[in-house]
């Protein structure tokens, strides 16, 4: 069993081997445990800077990495786009660049690019963490899902998960196929013809456009928001809101119908009403809040990891 990460950074689940997760996660229970003491904080990162940058709008993601990266001691700085020079034309490399001149060792980067967490990783000396570029990938939190998952089967190999909604335009939808195959889960991607890449298929994922088809085959059902920053700001994929939620939204009448537990997962924001009713996001088959929990330690667990691999003797 190794006990370091083959990668310098965190850019995608592309880029992590089977053996890579699995020590994420591991290490991940370890902080699970620090962050059930009184005293919810340790000093591994009491030497190290980390900068939040972040490009586009985030909750979770960006108050979830903050808190792990002060349990973990390390001194935190955060940068909002919305509030800088990026406004005044600053480019991406500049900015980031700008920071690092200030001594940062770690960066975590949300950006709308596709990209733009590879761009940086070539073109800096920091360690880079991706929080979700576009449409690609947002590996952080396709690690606390699997982690999640683990926590309530005791396992991910040989589970089914269905992936339900806007595919095309999801991050977490990419990540988590890649880290559930990696792990030896089964997955299925469900939504609109329109909403599901052409070529899914080839992932070695199955398909459905019938959502009760993917909630008698799963043992988990990961609901996703649709995007509507993606779709020029209305329903740009199918036809209304309300048609999309008849055939795809998830609500307490069509989950009894299945006659079997199925575990309900979101990334958050839910649109409430849209792809998951109030009462079945807030029930006891939810484990929406236990992402968001899980998702501190595990973020704890792959900023660890990464400073472990940063020359640490103060040599500039
Ligand atoms: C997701 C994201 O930003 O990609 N949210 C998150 O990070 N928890 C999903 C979404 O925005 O719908």
Not at 39 to 60: C, G, H, Q, W, Y
Not at 61 to 69: D, H, N
Not at 112 to 140: S, Y
Not at 233 to 242: E, K
Request: hydrophobic content about 45%; aromatic content about 6%.
């Amino acid at each position: 069993m190794s006990e370091t990460l083959g990668t310098q950074h965190l850019l995608g689940i592309d880029d992590l081997t089977k053996d890579d997760i699995e020590l994420i996660l591991r290490t991940a229970d370890g902080f699970k445990e620090v962050l059930a003491r009184p005293m919810r904080k340790v000093p591994s990162l009491r030497d190290l800077t980390v900068a939040n940058i972040f490009f586009e709008n985030s909750t979770r993601t960006r108050l979830s990495f903050e808190l792990a990266e002060k349990r973990l001691s390390a001194d935190v700085v955060n940068f909002s786009a919305a509030a800088s020079s990026t406004k005044k034309g600053e480019t991406l490399l500049d900015t980031v660049n700008n920071i690092l001149a200030m001594k940062v060792d770690l960066v975590v980067l949300r950006h709308q690019d596709p990209g733009a967490a590879v761009f940086l990783a070539r073109n800096t000396k920091a360690r880079i963490v991706n929080a979700g570029d576009g449409a690609h990938e947002h590996p952080t939190q396709a690690l606390l899902d699997a982690y999640s998952i683990k926590e309530k089967f005791g396992r991910v190999a040989g589970l089914k998960v269905a992936i339900v909604g806007d595919i095309l335009h999801s991050r977490v939808a990419w990540s988590n196929v890649l880290c559930l195959r990696k792990l030896g889960a089964e997955v299925m991607l469900c939504g609109p013809v329109t909403l599901i890449p052409k070529h899914a298929a080839e992932l070695g994922v199955r398909i459905s456009h019938d959502l009760d088809e993917a909630l008698r085959w799963c043992d988990v059902a990961n609901m996703l928001r649709i995007q509507m920053e993606r779709q020029g700001g209305g329903p740009a994929y199918f036809p209304s809101l309300r048609e999309y939620t008849m055939l795809y939204g998830l609500n307490r009448e069509r989950y009894d119908r299945i006659g079997k537990e199925v575990v309900i997962m979101h990334p958050g924001p839910i649109n409430r009403g849209v792809e998951l009713s109030s009462d079945l996001a807030d029930s006891a088959e939810s484990i929406i809040l236990q992402q968001v929990e899980n998702g501190v330690a595990v973020r704890m667990a792959v900023l660890y990891l990464l400073a472990a691999g940063l020359d640490r003797t103060g040599n500039p």
